[in-house]
């Protein structure tokens, strides 16, 4: 069962935070976030294990709810390098496949 | 810093043709994946291999596809006889272990493969 991303799309001005959503409705054991640019491969942001830890990565950091099954990406202060496709990517067991949710297409304008 | 990477970069075939996709894992990877992703779709789950055999295969990945590591270190993806719908960019992904980070997926740069 792929994972709901919300929103689709969003469109910022640079300096501005956005926030990512990444819900599932089975349990899970981990939550892997990309971004791609176009025509590129994804790229690897971060992954969060159950536990409900908050990683960071300059100015980008992630959530995971491990009760709600909720993961958030946080991006703030953003800037033009961060336009792309947000993806977040989910594994119900420890080496079971990742599945993708739909994406999110973040733009950001000068 | 080591990287997956992808031969050949770029494939046009004949539907009804053979097509075999070329990956190299990073070296002390030892999980290994096939997705594909159909132009401005997500990404989706072909396969997933380790210790020389699959762990899990998805509903796409039918009797036209099979996936070898055929020495040390590349990873195959084989299809039979390609189809229109087979028209898609193919990554291939590794990662270390089964611990906590090291279940981080690399993916490679991909083959846009192209069935006319």
């Known amino acids: 069962q792929q994972p709901v991303q919300s929103p689709q799309a969003v469109i910022l001005r640079e300096g501005e935070d956005a926030v990512i959503n990444c819900s599932s409705s089975?349990?899970?054991?981990?939550v892997h976030w990309y971004r791609q640019k176009h025509g590129e491969a994804p790229v690897f942001l971060m992954i969060l294990l159950k536990g409900g830890e908050q990683k960071g990565h300059e100015k980008i950091s992630a959530s995971f709810n491990e009760k709600k099954q909720q993961s958030s990406l946080y991006l703030t202060a953003s800037q033009l390098s961060y336009s792309g496709t947000y993806f977040c990517?989910?594994?119900?067991?420890?080496?079971?496949?990742?599945?993708f949710g739909e994406g999110t297409q973040l733009t950001v304008n000068p | 810093e080591p990287e997956v990477t992808q031969t050949p970069s770029h494939q046009v075939t004949q539907m009804g043709q053979e097509v075999i996709l070329r990956c190299v894992p990073i070296s002390n990877h030892l999980y290994f994946y096939w997705y594909r992703q159909i132009l401005g779709q997500k990404v989706e789950f072909l396969v997933s291999?380790?210790?020389?055999?699959?762990?899990?295969k998805s509903e796409i990945f039918d009797d036209q596809f099979s996936v070898e590591r055929p020495d040390g270190s590349n990873f195959t993806l084989k299809i039979r006889s390609t189809k229109l719908e087979d028209s898609a960019m193919y990554f291939c992904?590794?990662?270390?272990?089964?611990?906590?980070?090291?279940?981080?997926?690399?993916f490679g740069p991909g083959t846009r493969l192209l069935v006319l």
């Open positions: 291999f380790y210790n020389n055999e699959i762990s899990e």
């Open positions: 990517g989910t594994r119900e067991t420890s080496g079971s496949r990742l599945t």
């Open positions: 089975k349990a899970l054991y981990s």
């Open positions: 992904a590794s990662h270390v272990g089964l611990a906590g980070g090291q279940e981080t997926q690399y």
